[in-house]
């Protein structure tokens, strides 16, 4: 497709559960990125992966949270033991190389009950 | 580490007047700084970005910024702003040499007409 894609575009989830979260890049794009927005908030920086390796993931919360890139294109992010206070939308976006700009896919509304 | 501010939470401007939504940043380094606009219900929309060069940048929708190394600012600006530029605005700043992009907490946009 044209953009970043993500899906699914909605999920609600028991606390406790586990989910994946896909990312599928703008054909080309090396570097990839995860954020998450809560509410009244920007995007906070979760990980970045320059091709499949996660070149800095310094913004994971903590290790629940679990991200890859394994073929250089599709990512997932990956949340065990999902709380209420993951509830936020997940955003991902690819650029062409790293120090150009970003762009963003509609991101995936998680919802934790 | 990097940072962004955004002081005002919320700007208000009449249509056809000229609109500036401010922003400072905190940067090791040079700074490749950029503006993005997020609608309602709907994905980070890139609007422009400054790398180098000239410190007044031009971008998308008649929207323009100035870079201001002394005062570390980036402030967004139109010369006429029309109702539909209100939305979430998000001013976003990475070093040169790093590759977290990091955002404020945004401005709400509102013109009214």
């Known amino acids: 497709g044209a953009g970043v894609s993500q899906t699914p575009s909605n999920k609600v989830t028991e606390k406790g559960k586990y989910v994946e979260l896909r990312c599928d890049p703008i054909?080309?794009?090396?570097?990839l990125y995860w954020y998450r927005q809560s509410l009244g908030q920007g995007p906070e920086f979760l990980i970045y992966?320059?091709?499949?390796?996660?070149?800095?993931d310094s913004g994971l919360p903590n290790d629940r949270f679990f991200a890859v890139r394994p073929e250089g294109s599709v990512s997932t992010l990956k949340i065990q033991r999902t709380e209420r206070g993951d509830s936020a939308v997940y955003l991902c976006?690819?650029?062409?190389?790293?120090?150009?700009?970003?762009?963003f896919g509609q991101g995936t509304r998680l919802t934790v009950v | 580490a990097q940072s962004v501010a955004q002081p005002e939470d919320q700007v208000n401007v009449a249509e056809g007047n000229p609109l500036t939504v401010k922003c400072t940043y905190s940067?090791?380094?040079?700074?490749?700084l950029f503006w993005y606009v997020q609608y309602p219900n709907r994905g980070l929309q890139f609007l422009l970005k400054?790398?180098?060069?000239?410190?007044l940048v031009k971008g998308s929708y008649g929207f323009e910024a100035e870079f201001n190394k002394s005062q570390t600012s980036f402030h967004l600006k139109k010369p006429s702003a029309l109702v539909s530029d209100s939305a979430l605005y998000f001013c976003?700043?990475?070093?040169?040499?790093?590759?977290?992009?990091?955002f404020g907490a945004g401005t709400i946009l509102r013109v009214k007409s």
């Open positions: 400054y790398i180098t060069g000239d410190n």
């Open positions: 940067v090791s380094g040079n700074p490749y």
């Open positions: 976003a700043v990475r070093a040169a040499d790093g590759n977290k992009l990091v």
């Open positions: 054909s080309g794009h090396t570097a």
């Open positions: 992966f320059q091709g499949t390796g996660a070149a800095d």
């Open positions: 976006a690819s650029s062409q190389q790293p120090n150009t700009e970003a762009f």
